[in-house]
Structures are given as structure tokens and as C-alpha cells.
């Protein structure tokens, strides 16, 4: 069993909350930036990656989000969880 805590949130991502994941250019520090490739739905946030881009996160607020951790759960053989 594993404890779920869907927190997450992007500006952009329709939640009314502001404490967005990934802070901001002036108050935030991040160690690594997580791989986003194989969620359907991402949103650009005020950092740039090492190649140029716009760095994009994902967000709990999108069912699209907790549908895959929920698929990567049942993968790695994760029976059920507290949400």
C-alpha cells in the first residue's frame, strides 16, 4: 500500500490554488526537474531548461495526471492506496 497525495498544481491548470509545485525564477530551488515526457498534458512554468526550452510540469488538478501514476502503481506491482 502506498499513500497518494495528488498536491501538484500549474499555473494555467484551472485550480483556484496558487502554491504551484514549482515555485518561482525568485523563490524556488531545484535540484532536477522531472521527466515529463509521458504525460498527456503539461504546463509551461517560468524556467528554462539547459537546451532553451520552456520547462514544462505536470499538475494533480488534470485526470490525465493521477490516471498515469495510477497505471505506473499497478506496473510496479502496488496493490492499492491511501488517498
Known amino acids: 500500500m ?8 500549474a499555473a494555467g491548470d484551472g485550480s483556484t490554488e496558487k502554491n504551484y509545485a514549482y ?4 523563490g524556488s530551488g531545484i535540484d532536477m526537474w522531472p521527466d ?3 504525460y498527456e ?9 539547459a537546451n532553451g ?4 510540469f505536470f499538475s494533480s488538478v488534470d485526470k490525465s495526471t ?9 506496473q ?3 496493490d492499492g492506496v491511501f488517498i
Not at 23 to 26: Q, R, S, V, Y
Open 53 to 56: 526550452k520552456k520547462a514544462r
Open 66 to 74: 493521477t490516471d498515469l501514476h495510477f497505471k505506473w502503481m499497478q
Open 36 to 38: 515529463v515526457s509521458e
Open 41 to 49: 498534458k503539461t504546463y509551461e512554468t517560468p524556467f528554462t531548461l
Open 2 to 9: 502506498l499513500g497518494y497525495q495528488g498536491w501538484f498544481r
Open 23 to 26: 515555485g518561482n525564477e525568485n
Open 76 to 78: 510496479y506491482g502496488v
